[in-house]
């Protein structure tokens, strides 16, 4: 499995010249954000695919774009890999507004207001989101496809999830352990 995560995003760009939350919600990708993601696309051609699960959120959703139509493969879009709320950016799209701008993808089985779970007020709690990603991980050891996965993800997920602190549209390979458990591996 890889996890990549998205191309720069206009909440990146702000953000990382000021170290304010800049406001921009459901932030979309930057030209760079597009060229990173079209260069992403070239990279992981030659990978062995079969399958992009992606987050709702724009930046995300773009960057998948290009990666699955150089390998003709659907984009199976899941708020379980979604940003951990704490900015502006992690605040998404409603899923009908979604659904205009994305009308080839199936988003049939997000609720309304994915981005929020049940009784959260601005940030995700600590356990909530530890029991996303572990949910996630636990998904994923029961896959018999998961060694043939693209993530396409953020940040705080992929650092949660592997411990990998990664730059816009930097991936990293995963793989089971004995215990069933992903792990980074080092390239």
């Known amino acids: 499995m890889i996890l990549l995560r998205h191309g720069q995003s206009q909440f990146n760009l702000h953000f ?8 921009i919600v459901d932030a979309p990708l930057t030209p760079l954000g597009h060229e990173q993601a079209e260069a992403a696309a070239r990279a ?31 984009v199976l879009v899941t708020p379980a890999v979604r940003e951990r709320r704490g900015a502006s950016c992690d605040i998404g799209t409603c899923r ?8 080839h993808l199936d988003l049939a089985h997000l609720d309304e207001v994915w981005w929020q779970g049940e009784g959260e007020a601005d ?4 356990d909530v989101f530890a029991a996303r990603t572990d949910a996630f991980r636990a998904g994923m050891a029961a896959d018999p496809d998961w060694a043939h996965t693209l993530v396409v993800c953020h940040w705080g997920f992929i650092a949660a999830v592997t411990g990998r602190n990664l730059a816009n549209c930097e991936w990293v390979r995963c793989r089971m352990d004995a215990g069933g458990r992903l792990v980074a591996v080092e390239e």
Do not use: N
């Open 16 to 23: 990382h010249a000021t170290g304010v939350d800049p406001g």
């Open 44 to 74: 992981l051609a030659a990978q062995g695919l079969q399958r992009i699960l992606c987050s709702p959120l724009t930046r995300a959703l773009q960057t998948a774009a290009p990666i699955a139509d150089r390998l003709d493969l659907p």
């Open 96 to 103: 009908t507004d979604l659904a205009l701008a994305w009308p």
């Open 123 to 126: 940030e995700e709690a600590d």
